[in-house]
């Protein structure tokens, strides 16, 4: 484990993600000592509650689009969905 540590709350979902990865492959390699599998689990949990926050609120922004009879999807200015 790396002594500096990044903040989950400062990753994207995606760093967030590869590094959840990493951390799975170490704990399942069986590898680490007891401590460091200890530590590898509990940062492991902490970019996991980031990750389904990060999902939950994708989904809440996926949610207030929803289309209009005209084919736009509300919420979104129509002149810029438009153009692409």
Do not use: N, W
């Not at 903040?7 to 995606?14: C, H, Y």
Request: glycine share 8%; aromatic share 4%; charged share 30%.
């Amino acid at each position: 484990m790396t002594d500096k540590q990044i903040d989950p709350a400062k990753l994207s979902f995606e760093e967030a993600l590869a590094e959840l990865e990493q951390i799975v492959q170490k704990l399942e390699s069986g590898k680490a000592s007891l401590d460091d599998s200890i530590d590898l689990y509990a940062r492991g949990s902490l970019l996991k509650a980031h990750c389904d926050a990060k999902l939950k609120s994708a989904q809440a922004r996926i949610e207030k689009l929803v289309i209009g009879p005209d084919g736009v999807p509300s919420g979104v200015d129509a002149q810029a969905f438009a153009q692409g």
